[in-house]
């Protein structure tokens, strides 16, 4: 078990600029996620950690040590890969001993290790098989265990569970969060996933073309995302958004008006921008009501989803192409076609600055 | 028997005796060797496809005659030496050419693909030179280092597409388990390079059991021939009888091995020709 610790790390590959000045500290048996679209750098950064790509700048050290220029065999980490990558010509005690023989333990102790590591994870009865014989959801436990084995200071997943089916997928999560919890130790796990981020994670992080987005709990950044873009990655469905023009405001809350919503009084704080400026305006589709059409207030239903639980409808935006979602327990009466108004819950409704950053709320009305 | 039916058995036909041409012309020179070897020398020019009697007499004399014994035995020893550094320098380039990424690896590879294009005669005269001077003249050594010459742009290549196709994070995998570049050559890679590395061995075989020329101009005294050469300097009792007998006797013996060879890797050398085509 240890810390892992970022400083300004920087990597480029060619003449791409992959990873940003990046600063980030992983507490000891803190179990983290690195989130983000595809091509934002999180499993680069991730490889960093490990060590299978150099580092351009900056310093990373795990526990007190500085590790920039360690070979991955002497950082004292262990990964699981995508493809699992077992050796396909070894057996799964094989694959997990191999390691520890490189390392040159003694063979009792390989014994014992792979045992245990075989008992934690329920890999007894498969130690004879070669990788070809097991499904997919035990090849991603050898995976584990090879990576187990050896006992690493820290876990690197890189993407463990994209090969799984669904039903699987929800399992292993849930033998992963598991065995983090029995083991304690430091994890660092890679995904495009936000509900694995979500449900996994002590602290996310969202990357975004190489730099830091926002760093937080999953409950921080569900509820007070830093920027439209975490609002608009974390949480599914995604967060609607609307543009909104400020009527005026202050430190203690403000006044937008957004097309079809009207005027709305909000608890955000708008110290800094100027009346008439450019807003985004952002509603969870649980924190939408809908209403009888009224007014301007009125949007055209396009499509309902029935999921058995919830009804999601979609309805036509008045700006952009995308489609606003409304999410509500099932049954619902709404009926592809209908016009209806939508009322916020102005408790829950986030906005965003021209900038796309997060407009604070005010302390005031945080308190209420 | 309505149309259908008859046009579809004339098809049928048609194929089947497309087959057997095709059988006939590539089987029917081999054939003919076999039957020729197990005649009577007196028998020898009369046209028959069936064998009447069974005479042994042409093999006994080959393996009665010291020089081709010896021959065989040399070209073993060149084939399989041949065979042995080729691969081994082959592994070793392709894991460089195929994981490594540094400046010119594909100029590396032309050069590599273009060195293979070079005909035997555009080489032999300066390849003699180095011979001479190395002094591997009359020496299976000699023929070991030309035949590699020509044996490796191929195994190469073959190996390093092969390489290229093993996932990367299987080598990452190794990495992380603290396994140094040979040892991920070793306990990694070369169980999995079987097929490939067979194909390559056998075709390099192949062609070191058979080659010609270099045989015939690197050596000199009869202890040193391989076994094409041996052959073509089988004589008969006169300077005016060439002596088909022993001549077809002996290149049966020599053929054999091949083909026993290739039977016992023709799974193998399938899988390891279309490895590199398609994503298995």
Redesign the interface.
């Known amino acids: 078990m240890a810390s892992v610790t970022l400083e300004k790390i920087n990597k480029v590959f060619g003449s791409t600029h992959i990873i940003k000045d990046v600063d980030l500290s992983v507490g000891e048996g803190e179990f983290v996620v690195f989130v983000g679209p595809s091509g934002c750098g999180k499993s680069t950064l991730l490889r960093l950690i490990?060590g299978?790509e150099s580092i351009t700048g900056g310093e990373l050290r795990i526990g007190e040590q500085v590790v920039n220029d360690l070979?991955?065999?002497e950082r004292g980490?262990?990964?699981v890969?995508?493809?699992y990558?077992?050796?396909?010509?070894m057996t799964v005690y094989e694959n997990m001993a191999?390691?520890l023989k490189?390392?040159k333990t003694a063979k009792e102790t390989i014994e014992e290790r792979v045992m245990a590591t075989a008992r934690i994870l329920q890999l007894e009865e498969l130690l004879h098989r070669k990788p070809k014989e097991l499904s997919g959801g035990q090849r991603q436990r050898v995976a584990m265990g090879?990576?187990m084995a050896?006992e690493p200071r820290i876990l690197l997943f890189d993407e463990p569970l994209s090969n799984l089916d669904a039903s699987l997928r929800v399992q292993m999560r849930n033998e992963i969060a598991r065995l983090h919890h029995r083991l304690g130790s430091t994890m660092v796990y890679v995904t495009h996933d936000q509900v694995e981020a979500m449900t996994l994670a002590d602290k996310i992080v969202v990357l975004r073309d190489g730099r830091v987005e926002q760093v937080g709990s999953p409950h921080t950044l569900y509820q007070q995302p830093a920027t439209k873009f975490v609002a608009g990655f974390i949480g599914s469905p995604t967060m609607n958004f609307m543009p909104a023009e400020l009527i005026d405001g202050s430190a203690e809350g403000c006044r937008v008006r957004a097309p079809g919503l009207g005027e709305l009084a909000l608890p955000q704080s708008t110290d800094g921008q100027r009346s008439g400026a450019g807003l985004t305006l952002g509603v969870r589709p649980e924190h939408l009501r809908l209403a009888e059409a009224e007014g301007d207030n009125s949007f055209e239903i396009a499509n309902v989803e029935y999921l058995g639980n919830e009804v999601y409808v979609y309805l036509e935006p008045k700006a952009g192409d995308t489609l606003l979602i409304h999410r509500s327990e099932a049954p619902s009466r709404w009926k592809i076609g209908q016009r209806v108004a939508l009322v916020p819950d102005l408790d829950h409704v986030h906005l965003f600055d021209g900038d796309d950053k997060a407009l604070a709320i005010a302390k005031q009305s945080q308190a209420a | 028997m309505n149309q259908y039916q008859l046009i579809k058995l004339a098809k049928r036909v048609g194929l089947y005796a497309l087959i057997a041409v095709v059988m006939v012309y590539a089987i029917f020179p081999f054939y003919y060797a076999v039957i020729t070897s197990l005649k009577p020398s007196s028998e020898l020019f009369r046209v028959d496809f069936w064998l009447s009697s069974l005479d042994f007499g042409n093999y006994v004399h080959i393996f009665t005659q010291k020089s081709f014994v010896r021959a065989i035995f040399n070209s073993i020893l060149v084939s399989i030496s041949v065979v042995f550094i080729a691969l081994l320098l082959g592994v070793t380039a392709s894991y460089a050419l195929g994981r490594v990424r540094f400046r010119g690896r594909t100029t590396v590879m032309l050069v590599v693909l273009g060195v293979s294009m070079f005909p035997q005669v555009a080489v032999l005269s300066g390849l003699f030179e180095v011979i001479r001077s190395l002094n591997l003249y009359n020496n299976p050594g000699g023929l070991i280092l030309s035949y590699t010459i020509f044996t490796l742009p191929f195994t190469v290549w073959v190996l390093t597409t092969f390489m290229r196709q093993l996932p990367m994070e299987l080598e990452e995998a190794a990495i992380m388990d603290g396994a140094t570049p040979w040892v991920t050559i070793t306990k990694v890679f070369l169980p999995l390079m079987w097929p490939a590395m067979a194909t390559t061995g056998l075709l390099a075989f192949i062609a070191a059991w058979n080659e010609f020329l270099f045989a015939l101009t690197f050596t000199l005294t009869d202890s040193q021939r391989t076994v094409p050469v041996a052959i073509a300097l089988i004589s008969g009792g006169s300077q005016h009888e060439l002596p088909w007998g022993p001549i077809m006797a002996a290149s049966v013996t020599v053929t054999v091995p091949l083909v026993v060879l290739v039977m016992i890797f023709q799974r193998r050398i399938v899988s390891g020709l279309t490895a590199g085509a398609v994503k298995g």
């Open positions: 490990a299978l070979p991955p065999r980490v262990g990964m890969f995508q493809s990558a077992l050796y396909p010509h191999f390691g490189l390392a090879r990576a050896r």
